[in-house]
């Protein structure tokens, strides 16, 4: 067992006082009530069927142990025990979070259903011999803050009965073992595996970690549940490792808790984030039916000519794959290509996908925005910011963000925010908002990547000041998306409740290939700079992605990972 010389754990109910008491983190709500939802099926009832258990998410907590660091290297964090948990539900484990944000997690109990009918689980073969939610058998104690046993936290895993798992770890003050009618462990076939998500907390010297957790497969049509939980070790553990706990996995195929049509217009109507572009942005975007009525080109590989394109899209190949077979290209006459290049921001408007996340548990409400032109980069080396010709521009792109709403709630949860081939969840106590819980999305200049505050940022290293320059402000150019924006897909309603436009199902790409001596701009640029600042340059230029060095068109929104996947981060 471990010593705690650089962390100090502190007892809320001991008289332990020889440092001083830790703040607690302060509970966050959205600047605005949450509406009364339209009514329909099973969203935003505070529970969800998933199968043979039924689950409720528990979101107050009563602090159990906060640790801090003695030499200021971290923030700390603090583990809660869930409170108010219903009659005949469980817990299933403790939550956790780092001390510097404000308290804004859940854990889910659960309980067996009552009344369960073989028409449920159509998909699925259930034992009906063996229940659902077990007690535990003993615990196995994973790590203690120190040898004395005084005043120290206890980290225990729930060891489960032959054919269960474990969803969570428990944190006591006292080395006694828990109750085994403390937590729950769940039958095998109803959980999935779970990986390492962020990391929580680091025990200094010690080789005590606590991450965050996650379903090792996302995406719309994947069946994992979090829990909510955490999970800790006191060895290496690798980001795709499997874990010695579990999430849950949503087994009702109906998900009865996806909003249904009017209550996904309510959510954007009430969610919907105001998009503001740079205000020096002079490739504004547009809706795509003005990208095709202003002269937009269809060409076909081995044919000189393109073809003008209906404003609907409806004689754009559809189906198969991006085979470099066709693509679509600006207007053959120079006014025509400046004029498209600009956009037409009155015409602008957010394409929306809306797809169950994290098994049901959520809906991601993913907004697409077009631009006709992606213009060309900035260069920032130090002190000078230098402006391309050519590096990074390309006909046509599409870029996105995505709200994250809790269907048990219809609370707004997070956002991500699309940044060329990556991005970021941010919290919704990290967003600004412009207007009750409509946040804000910052649109980078020239490359349209998505950014939940205004500033500029670094593509490169933010280190020695050197990179591709993506600057972020509030200008006159906006898009109020809860008001401007056409749902172009939700499948899990069924056939015909949504109509899917022509153009969304063309898979080629929304611009020509074209090869240009890009390079050669980064080496004038090189040639300029002081020889022993030279090599550092050149190995970060090196690490620019390929397209930069020359003009290739993006695919359409089915096309990416992120239609069918989870976001990339």
Request: hydrophobic content about 35%; proline content about 7%.
């Amino acid at each position: 067992m471990l010593g705690c010389e650089c962390f100090c754990w502190h007892d809320k109910h001991s008289d332990y006082d020889e440092f001083t008491p830790l703040p607690q983190p302060q509970p966050f709500s959205l600047p605005s009530p949450i509406p009364d939802w339209p009514p329909g099926q099973g969203f935003a009832t505070g529970k969800i069927n998933l199968g043979e258990l039924e689950v409720v998410k528990i979101t107050k907590f009563e602090s159990v142990w906060s640790c801090d660091s003695l030499h200021g290297k971290a923030k700390g964090a603090t583990f809660y025990k869930p409170v108010g948990i219903p009659d005949g539900f469980f817990c299933l484990g403790y939550y956790c979070q780092p001390n510097d944000q404000p308290l804004r997690g859940y854990v889910l109990v659960a309980r067996e259903r009552e009344g369960s009918t073989p028409e449920v689980y159509r998909n699925y073969d259930s034992d009906s011999d063996f229940p659902a939610l077990k007690k535990p058998v003993n615990y196995s104690l994973i790590w203690s803050s120190d040898l004395d046993r005084n005043g120290c936290g206890f980290f225990w895993l729930p060891n489960a009965p032959m054919g269960y798992k474990a969803m969570g770890i428990l944190v006591t003050g006292t080395p006694e073992e828990p109750d085994d009618d403390e937590v729950r462990c769940v039958r095998e076939d109803l959980t999935e595996t779970c990986e390492i998500k962020d990391t929580i907390h680091v025990a200094g010297a010690d080789p005590f970690q606590v991450w965050s957790t996650r379903p090792c497969k996302r995406g719309m049509c994947c069946k994992g549940v979090s829990v909510g939980t955490f999970f800790c070790s006191t060895y290496f553990v690798s980001e795709n490792e499997e874990l010695e706990i579990a999430c849950l996995k949503n087994l009702d195929p109906t998900l009865h808790a996806m909003p249904d049509l009017n209550q996904i217009h309510a959510l954007i109507n009430h969610y919907g984030a105001t998009v503001f572009f740079h205000p020096d942005e002079d490739c504004l975007p547009s809706s795509v039916q003005w990208f095709f009525k202003n002269g937009a080109l269809l060409y076909e590989d081995g044919e000189l000519k393109g073809k003008s394109i209906d404003y609907q899209g409806s004689n754009l190949p559809s189906g198969g794959t991006n085979d470099g077979a066709f693509w679509i290209d600006l207007p053959g006459d120079n006014n025509g290509r400046e004029n498209v290049k600009k956009g037409n921001l009155e015409s602008a408007e957010l394409y929306v996908h809306v797809k169950p996340a994290v098994g049901g548990t959520f809906t991601d409400i993913v907004m697409w925005i077009f631009c006709p032109f992606n213009g060309p980069a900035n260069l920032k080396i130090g002190l000078m910011n230098i402006q391309m010709n050519k590096l990074g521009q390309h006909v046509s792109d599409w870029e996105h963000f995505t709200l994250r709403i809790s269907n048990f709630t219809g609370e707004l949860w997070q956002v991500y925010f699309s940044q060329h081939s990556g991005g970021e969840w941010v919290d919704a106590f990290d967003l600004e908002y412009i207007e009750g819980n409509k946040p804000i999305v910052y649109s980078s200049r020239h490359g349209h990547a998505s950014f939940p505050h205004p500033g500029t940022y670094l593509q490169g290293s933010v280190k020695l000041g050197i990179g591709i320059r993506n600057d972020a402000a509030r200008s006159k150019y906006f898009v109020d998306s809860s008001t401007r924006y056409k749902i172009i897909a939700a499948e899990y309603l069924g056939d015909g409740v949504v109509t899917e436009p022509c153009w969304l199902n063309y898979m080629r790409e929304w611009g020509p290939t074209i090869v240009y001596g890009s390079r050669s701009e980064l080496d004038r640029i090189i040639n300029m700079l002081p020889f022993f600042v030279r090599f550092s340059v050149e190995n970060i230029f090196d690490l620019f992605p390929m397209e930069l060095y020359g003009e290739e068109g993006p695919t359409g929104p089915k096309e990416k990972d992120n239609w069918e996947g989870d976001e990339r981060c």
